[in-house]
């Protein structure tokens, strides 16, 4: 395997795994049995008549399943050969959605920018675009995302930059302001992006030149458009185009003209996104359905790594929605938040990233989604889980994969919108009718934190026969931590502190799966792993756990601190300069064995906040720790009196006994 060579790292991972055979049974969404033909690996197979299908995996750590049937649109699943393993090589059923007529297939993908970090990486990690390659570099970036994106009749992205060759040194006043190359168009493109929204808060970064250069390579490019235009006029004019038979008209909005001294909107005689006022928004949808078309809207508003959308942007959409639209998709938190079915239509409260650079581990948590519309009525909607993974885009697995479909199902219900399961993926359809509860599973009493991460992430666990125990209810922010998922589709993960030479992610030994972090020490010395970065989202003055197996080869102790980046702190100040507050210490053994550390996240003043990880050899010879499974649990509930059942609107990964 062939690693950047920034960086240090010494990376010992097998990709090759033991072939077994992946078992599962494909459905229509009636739930009857469909004839499919399935391939993976260069293995393929046929379902037999009653649906169900048995196919060898091949050597490798990702099993990308190939489904398609006669008369029903084709569909992709990813799943890791670990998390595979998990579940005795057995799969959760997968419906499939019939072709008719005045049915098309829509793909939404959250933001987008090809610039900032991907040019100039924070230190020690790989430059993933370089000048004078650009088309092949970003194409690497969009890879395996352009297999999803294809399966789609119309695919969509927020295009948040402004797009031109060199940075002008004109720009508009605010702290943060983006540029992609004309390159990434050309990439888009390629992976199947049909149409960008420019409704958003960047499109405005340079002014009128970036605005100017933007509109050039879009038409040069060949890229459809709406969102934003050299006038208020131009900026409300919403692109229309035919699917199935429909006419569809697609609207974007950014949702706050800023506060600085120069509008980022469009007015009457100046250029920028569309302004998503309530007047604008109503406007707009009058006037495309008055013209036979059906409302597509798309909004960039409330607030930044929030769970549920500002007030501003639920009345404005809804209103979207009752005057005629009939999707609503928002964007601009960088995180995922929930579906709503609203009167028949479906709104997306927010996407999250698509192509993006942040750090935030949060922020890397995102999702495809699809949407299937009949003759312009909403008929399913299909979530697709994505991990960002080191600024490019990759099908999530495993634990990531639950933290994700956790979040979405668990927000959606809130509002009463239910997901069902399809493989690894959810899905929720016009009826909404709410999902029983799936594959109860016994929970070990044995253990202090229990994982409840399975492939089914729909599955409530079963903690009957527990009477007179009392448990707490919680969530892994990390969903990083077995490992297993850290150098697939060849992008390098950013999550771990590994730059050290004597640090690595090892397959010697583990725990669980096939990997674990590995730390060698000659003799007496000390040794610092744990987060790379900040996680940005987190509760403040809220019980926390950290959990992790560990096993040494000679005496060592492993001390475990928390991080602050206080709320006005600059990054790299806070990495290198805010002080380690000591959380708890242990002493490792020659066998595995699970470590709990319990703490209480910072009360105010604080933005962010990391694990940090240090190892000190107590002994004169040299030794090799393994640290697996760490889970940085997020406490969601007090200790409860027993219950037979945990409710399925329970954002919940991890229990705790007392």
């Known amino acids: 395997m062939k690693l950047f060579a920034s960086v240090l790292a010494i990376i010992t991972i097998s990709t090759l795994v033991q072939a077994e055979t992946i078992k599962g049974t494909i459905v229509d969404e009636n739930g009857r049995p469909l004839i499919a033909q399935i391939a993976t690996g260069g293995s393929t197979t046929q379902t037999k008549a009653d649906g169900s299908f048995s196919i060898d995996t091949s050597d490798s750590s990702i099993q990308q399943l190939e489904i398609s049937a006669d008369g029903h649109y084709s569909m992709l699943q990813t799943f890791s050969y670990y998390e595979l393993e998990l579940a005795n090589f057995k799969i959760p059923t997968i419906s499939m959605v019939a072709k008719a007529s005045g049915r098309t297939l829509m793909v939404f993908a959250g933001d987008t920018m090809m610039g900032r970090r991907f040019y100039k990486p924070h230190a020690g990690e790989p ?19 352009k297999p999803y994106l294809e399966l789609a009749d119309f695919a969509s992205t927020n295009l948040e930059t402004q797009i031109f060759e060199e940075e002008p ?15 990434a168009l050309e990439a888009l493109n390629w992976a199947g992006i049909d149409y960008v929204t420019l409704g958003n808060n960047h499109t405005y970064d340079y002014l009128d030149y970036g605005l100017e250069e933007t509109f050039k390579a879009l038409e040069k490019h060949k890229v459809p458009h709406s969102g934003a235009g050299f006038n208020e006029q131009e900026a409300l004019t919403s692109y229309s185009t035919a699917l199935a038979g429909t006419q569809y008209a697609f609207e974007g909005y950014v949702g706050w003209a800023g506060t600085g001294k120069i509008s980022q909107a469009a007015g009457q005689n100046k250029g920028g996104p569309a302004l998503g006022t309530s007047e604008n928004i109503l406007t707009a949808v009058k006037r495309d359905k008055a013209k036979n078309t059906i409302p597509i809207v798309q909004y960039h508003g409330s607030l930044e790594y929030g769970e549920e959308p500002s007030l501003d942007t639920e009345t404005r959409l809804k209103q979207a929605v009752d005057a005629g639209a009939a999707l609503a998709i928002a964007h601009h938190p960088h995180v995922y938040q929930g579906l709503e079915l609203y009167e028949g239509s479906l709104i997306a409260w927010s996407l999250g990233n698509f192509v993006f650079d942040q750090y935030f581990y949060a922020a890397q948590e995102t999702a495809l989604l699809y949407v299937w519309m009949d003759n312009g009525k909403f008929h399913r909607a299909e979530v697709v889980p994505i991990y960002v993974k080191g600024y490019k885009p990759t099908p999530a697995t495993g634990a990531m994969r639950h933290s994700i479909m956790k979040r979405i199902s668990t927000l959606s219900a809130k509002r009463h919108t239910y997901l069902k399961q399809t493989g690894g993926h959810g899905y929720i359809t016009a009826e909404n009718i709410q999902p029983d509860a799936l594959s109860a599973r016994v929970i070990d009493t044995d253990s202090t934190v229990q994982s409840l991460q399975t492939l089914e992430w729909s599955s409530l666990p079963d903690i009957s026969g527990k009477e007179g125990r009392k448990l707490r209810l919680g969530e892994d922010i990390l969903a990083r931590g077995d490992f297993e998922a850290y150098a697939t589709f060849n992008a390098p993960d950013r999550s771990w502190l590994d730059l050290h030479p004597q640090i690595s992610i090892s397959s010697e030994e583990s725990l669980s799966g096939k990997n674990a972090l590995k730390i060698s020490q000659n003799g007496s010395e000390k040794i610092t792993t744990g987060m790379r970065k900040f996680t940005r989202v987190f509760a403040p003055g809220n019980p926390m756990t950290l959990s992790f197996a560990g096993k040494a080869t000679k005496s060592v102790e492993v001390r475990i601190y928390m991080q602050r980046r206080k709320t006005r702190d600059k990054l790299f100040t806070a990495l290198n300069d805010n002080p380690r507050i000591l959380l708890g210490k242990t002493r490792m053994s020659n066998h595995w064995q699970q470590h709990t550390i319990n703490f209480d996240s910072p009360r105010v003043g604080t933005r962010s906040i990391r694990i940090l990880i240090e190892v000190e050899n107590l002994s004169a010879s040299a030794a090799d720790t393994f640290l697996d499974d760490i889970n940085l649990i997020e406490w969601k509930t007090p200790f409860l009196k027993h219950t037979a059942q945990v409710s399925a609107s329970e954002d919940i990964s991890h229990v705790g006994w007392q």
């Not at 430059?127 to 995302?145: C, F």
């Not at 040194?169 to 390159?183: G, L, M, Q």
């Open 127 to 145: 430059q993933l675009i370089h000048r004078g390659r650009e088309v092949a570099d970003m194409k690497a970036i969009l890879a395996h995302m």
């Open 169 to 183: 040194n004109e720009k508009a006043p605010k702290s943060v302001t983006f540029f992609t190359r004309p390159a």
